[in-house]
């Protein structure tokens, strides 16, 4: 059920967080150019989401100022705009970026992983939401996981984690120690035997709790599993297991992952 | 260094190196509009910081969190003399370009292959017991204010601006109507505007 003409202006709080695709965002700064009180607001919400984003603050490593310092050096200034380009101000800056920013992405690939392993952790929890429109209590339980992994994934304290396994392929993991879960995925899990199993366990000193199966598929990520109810001096370990799972890690670990609780 | 200019009292010796006060940044822009480098120093110790976290937060990668931070930061050097006060402060002009360059590579990241992931991981060094990537902060009043929003409005606003979806994501992840994601988004970020006491 939708409304037969939405109010462009709905979008502005999307529109302020980035929330939009590139249509989104033309077709609502043409609404835009037309309505003094909106930019009005627009100006007031980014304000607010500016505040939002200075809550984090993260010095960087010392020797990225000089880096910095000496890529300013050579970068060519833009003189200033002319007045009656329009619109003004803000949505003018991502062409120019866009021209400016290739050259500085010249960065190994060694940590790069982590963040596409979140990146594919979060898209597959879209598509996991994108998959629901099936049977209807599906949908609930569906709906129900995807919202405890999105909380999971957006907490304010949300780390992340990666690690080897032992026999192949990488674990991620991304944690709210405060909300005492996380979401696990695997890449690159070497497909077991059909009479074997990889199994997910808590592993500390509350004792060793199984978090579920596994399964590999051969080139597709494993998971995202959401593991709750973790306690203090947890690890996440891995084991290989007989079919159906094990009560107790009967093998020794392929992957012992310190959640540094 | 000629950090601490127009519209401060009189100088106060002793101050190298001690980052000026937030409302200098508008100043100091319009001192890198002029290509002054020292300008850009004092504005990099600034705002480097909050510029990374935010960047981290959104994309938690360290490694490329430091490369967007730069960009951010050569972006402001680049465009500084378009830098417009009447449109708004000068910390939301850099944290909104700090914010939206952390969504557009998120996003472009979404189409990465898969084969290309799959390359990406075969170099991560091995380690046994992983220990943490750090992420995270908290700010007391901005915190207090996201408290103050009903569960859907916090949801979505927390989803959009911190986990860098789309609202249309968004809608899928909470299986709610994108209609109700759009209003929520605004009034959640006009109650925050409220609670924060932004003009």
Known sequence: MRSSAPDPHDLVGAYVMDAVDAGDRAAFERHLAGCEACREEVRGLRETVARMAATADRPPRPELREQTMQAAARLRQLPPALAQQAPRGWSRLRTVWRGTSRAARSQSWTVRVAALAAVACLAVAVLFGAQMHGAQTRLNAATAHARAMAAVLGAPDAIMLTAKIRTGGTATVVMSHHARELVLTAHGLPVLPRAWVYQVWLMGPAGNRSAGLLYAVRGKMAGPMLISGLLGGDKVGLTVEPAGGARRPTTRPILLLNLGS | ?199
């Open chain 2, 1 to 199: 260094m000629n950090v601490r200019r127009s519209g401060q009292p009189a100088d106060v010796a002793g101050l190298a190196g001690v980052p000026p006060p937030a409302a200098d940044l508008a100043g100091l822009i319009g001192e890198v509009a002029k290509g002054d480098e020292a300008a850009f120093r004092a504005l990099y110790d600034q705002i480097s910081g909050q510029v990374l976290g935010i960047v981290t937060r959104v994309l938690r990668d360290p490694a490329q969190s430091e490369e967007v931070m730069q960009e951010v930061l050569l972006g402001v050097w680049r465009n500084a003399a378009r830098f417009d006060p009447a449109a708004g402060s000068a910390a939301a002009w850099i944290m909104t370009q700090a914010h939206r360059r952390a969504v557009d590579r998120v996003r472009s990241q979404q189409s990465a292959s898969d084969r290309e992931l799959r390359a990406a991981v075969a170099v991560i060094p091995y380690d046994e017991v992983a220990e943490a990537v750090q992420a995270s902060l908290e700010h007391e009043r901005v915190r207090h204010c996201l408290t103050g929003l009903t569960a859907v409005q916090r949801e979505t606003v927390t989803l959009a601006f911190y986990g860098g979806y789309s609202y249309r994501e968004v809608a899928q992840l909470l299986g709610i109507p994108v209609g109700t994601v759009k209003t929520r988004m605004r009034d959640g970020l006009i109650r925050l505007r409220d609670c924060m006491g932004v003009e």
